[in-house]
């Protein structure tokens, strides 16, 4: 059974920097792509950054140049480095992970923004 394990959530002052790990175990292959989302309170579920096993990333635009993803194939293992946060980045961060047409999700970190 696929399971994805996040880790490195917190509370930080604004400008502060966190980093966020998934590790996936119960796979013997390498994701086609893994992710971020995040969900604050109201909202919907946001991509935030995903990466492609070849390496190609894509962010949305509130995060380029702040966030960065990162993942070790090796380890089926996604990283996020969050700087420079924000009190708008405040929620509850899912790992996701893709299989062509199967799709996995972690249980959520939450990341807390003061200002």
């Known amino acids: 059974q696929v399971q994805l394990a996040e880790s490195g959530g917190g509370l930080v002052q604004a400008g502060g920097s966190l980093r966020l790990s998934c590790a996936a175990s119960g796979i013997i292959f390498s994701f086609n792509s893994m992710g971020w989302y995040r969900q604050a309170p109201g909202k919907q579920r946001e991509l935030v950054a995903g990466i492609r096993i070849g390496g190609t990333t894509n962010y949305a635009d509130p995060v380029k140049g702040r966030f960065t993803i990162s993942r070790d194939n090796a380890k089926n293992t996604v990283y996020l480095q969050m700087n420079s946060l924000k009190p708008e980045d405040t929620g509850l961060y899912y790992c996701?992970?893709?299989?062509?047409?199967?799709?996995?999700w972690g249980q959520g970190t939450q990341v807390t923004v003061s200002s």
């Open positions: 996701n992970a893709m299989y062509y047409r199967d799709v996995y």
